[in-house]
């Protein structure tokens, strides 16, 4: 099936620095990729959506200033979370998918913890 | 508004007999619908979909089952294994907006006992 993986898988950054999410696709062009938040107990929260070579598209209610996204390559997406606060601590998810069909193949998450 | 609802937040069963999972939606744009299986502090992981014109996929122990007019599915595990314990996400597709999104439901917890 198809990999994707994402770096770190977690990490621990002080209120006011920024932390750098990577998210790779190893074995297919990824010509969409998600980024998700979970909350604990809680389902997926689809925060946005880029498509290869273009400005990512943010779902309401997520600062697109705080969360950046570049998806400047078929195999790899980053999330910067800019100025980080406490209440960015969560679990961020990624995906990506090749083709129209629903499936979409998830990284292993990176857990966030801003003290 | 949830779009994409399991009522259940858990399941248990006991190892050899079938685990139904059940998800309700709304909107009548998705036209895919997935299930996803996922342990705490990893990634989901794909396990079946189906199509909106379809209304039952199988893939070896694992069935999907989709009632259009209900706007209901279904997962059927048989026969129910202890390592299918895990939280199972319900999710629906559609397009928009130029690219495809998937909606969620907030999972079943399903416990499979030996």
């Known amino acids: 099936g198809a990999v994707v993986s994402q770096h770190p898988s977690w990490v621990i950054c002080k209120s006011g620095t920024s932390v750098k999410i990577e998210c790779r696709s190893l074995d297919f062009q990824a010509t969409t990729m998600f980024w998700y938040r979970q909350f604990p107990k809680q389902s997926l929260m689809l925060m946005a959506t880029?498509?290869?070579?273009?400005?990512?598209?943010?779902e309401q209610g997520v600062e697109k200033d705080k969360f950046l996204i570049n998806h400047a390559s078929l195999t790899l997406s980053t999330l910067t979370v800019t100025s980080a606060h406490p209440e960015d601590s969560s679990f961020y998810i990624c995906?990506?998918?090749?083709?129209?069909?629903?499936?979409?193949?998830f990284g292993p998450g990176t857990r966030l913890t801003v003290t | 508004d949830q779009q994409v609802k399991q009522n259940s937040p858990s399941l248990s069963v006991q190892e050899g007999r079938i685990s139904i999972l059940n998800c309700d939606y709304t909107n009548s744009m998705f036209d895919y619908f997935l299930w996803y299986k996922k342990y705490p502090a990893e990634g989901p992981t794909f396990l079946i979909s189906?199509?909106?014109?379809?209304d039952k996929n199988e893939d070896g122990r694992f069935t999907v089952f989709l009632n259009k007019s209900a706007k209901h599915l279904s997962l059927h595990i048989v026969p129910s294994q202890p390592g299918d314990s895990a939280v199972y996400f319900c999710?629906?597709?559609?397009?928009?907006?130029?690219?495809?999104?998937?909606?969620f439901g907030k999972g079943t917890k399903l416990t499979v006992n030996p």
């Open positions: 189906i199509s909106s014109i379809k």
């Open positions: 880029s498509n290869e070579g273009s400005k990512a598209t943010y």
């Open positions: 995906s990506g998918s090749g083709r129209r069909g629903g499936e979409q193949y």
């Open positions: 999710a629906a597709s559609a397009y928009q907006g130029g690219s495809e999104k998937l909606v």
